[in-house]
């Protein structure tokens, strides 16, 4: 898999960092984590990431809203993390999802999942 420019969308500060360290070890750039939904749309229109991993429930504002927005200006791949996945599956019954707590092989899995899924499109 090619490196990919990621944009994080978390509102706890650890798990966002934690996270990115576990991108940038796999080789990936992470250029952003935005915690709130008006920030993480500016930074994603501001530089069109290759995928968004995205925190469905945040203190202000939601993740599910500010990937909605965000798509309106054209598709980028994205996945969720999130405690309650059954609550997203029900919302996109077609959204890759991995429940909190992850491990890096979650991320992995799904990053693939996601990235296969927008090349079969």
């Known amino acids: 898999m090619n490196a990919l420019r990621i944009l994080i969308i978390e509102d706890d500060a650890v798990i966002g960092m934690h996270l990115a360290e576990l991108l940038e070890d796999m080789g990936h750039d992470v250029y952003a984590i935005e915690a709130t939904e008006a920030d993480a749309v500016i930074a994603a229109h501001k530089s069109r990431p290759d995928l968004m991993i995205v925190d469905a429930a945040l203190q202000e504002g939601s993740g599910v809203s ?4 965000i798509c309106r ?6 996945l969720f993390i999130s405690g309650d996945v059954l609550k997203i599956k029900t919302l996109l019954p077609s959204a890759v999802v991995v ?5 890096e092989a979650d991320i992995f899995r799904a990053i693939c999942a996601v990235i296969d899924k927008d090349v079969a499109s």
């Open 66 to 69: 500010a990937v909605t927005t």
């Open 73 to 78: 200006g054209g598709h980028v791949p994205h």
């Open 99 to 103: 429940q909190k707590p992850f491990r």
